[in-house]
T-cell receptor
Framework: GDSVTQMEGPVTLSEEAFLTINCTYTATGYPSLFWYVQYPGEGLQLLLKATKADDKGSNKGFEATYRKETTSFHLEKGSVQVSDSAVYFCALSEGAGANSKLTFGKGITLSVRP | GAVVSQHPSRVICKSGTSVKIECRSLDFQATTMFWYRQFPKKSLMLMATSNEGSKATYEQGVEKDKFLINHASLTLSTLTVTSAHPEDSSFYIC?????????FGQGTRLTVV
């Protein structure tokens, strides 16, 4: 079945540091890939997505490129801020129908210190 | 963006009692809602897919009679944990499918004592 593997956390960085969070996936077809973010006390929010190979999703300074050859969707940001402290989930979905399910990675907690 | 409201955010109940969790899409109609359970340091595990006006589709290993799901309208789905036990203590999250993406509730922390 489908699965998503994220690097182990937590991750602690200083403000303005470079961020990489690794994500690899296993899927039978050609999934869409997502990064979700969960700020303290809030629900999950879509951060960015990519629907086909070589697509790059970007939002709020974060980027991730859909790499089919390495089955990866690593999240990067050039300069993190304290406000980026949150839990980040990588996810995939096969199909675009109303019942298409999301398969999540375990999530990783990012803490950014001033 | 679209808002999904989940209530309550936190509940403590006695073993053997039932607890109902509500999930509402506030500004859009959701024909499909999803219920997830999140264990500490684990990913979100899909429990069931709820379709308005029909029976929910449960994932393998999820007890239908224990986790009752009702999706009576296009804006409301409920999850009832029946005869709760301490091992049901967890974080439950709902998601409502919009036209292009899924929106998530804030989650419910259930503690069974």
């Amino acid at each position: 079945g489908d699965s998503v593997t994220q690097m182990e956390g937590p991750v602690t960085l200083s403000e303005e540091a470079f961020l990489t969070i690794n994500c690899t996936y296993t899927a039978t077809g050609y999934p869409s890939l997502f990064w979700y973010v969960q700020y303290p006390g809030e629900g999950l929010q879509l951060l960015l997505k990519a629907t086909k190979a070589d697509d790059k999703g970007s939002n709020k300074g974060f980027e991730a490129t859909y790499r089919k050859e390495t089955t990866s969707f690593h999240l990067e940001k050039g300069s993190v801020q304290v406000s980026d402290s949150a839990v980040y989930f990588c996810a995939l979905s096969e199909g675009a129908g109303a019942n298409s399910k999301l398969t999540f990675g375990k999530g990783i907690t990012l803490s950014v210190r001033p | 963006g679209a808002v999904v409201s989940q209530h309550p955010s936190r509940v403590i109940c006695k073993s053997g009692t039932s607890v109902k969790i509500e999930c509402r899409s506030l500004d859009f109609q959701a024909t499909t809602m999803f219920w997830y359970r999140q264990f500490p340091k684990k990913s979100l595990m899909l429990m069931a897919t709820s379709n308005e006006g029909s029976k929910a589709t449960y994932e393998q290993g999820v007890e239908k009679d224990k986790f009752l799901i009702n999706h009576a309208s296009l804006t409301l789905s409920t999850l009832t944990v029946t005869s709760a036990h301490p091992e049901d203590s967890s974080f439950y999250i709902c998601s409502a499918k919009g036209r292009t993406e899924a929106f998530f509730g804030q989650g419910t922390r259930l503690t069974v004592v």
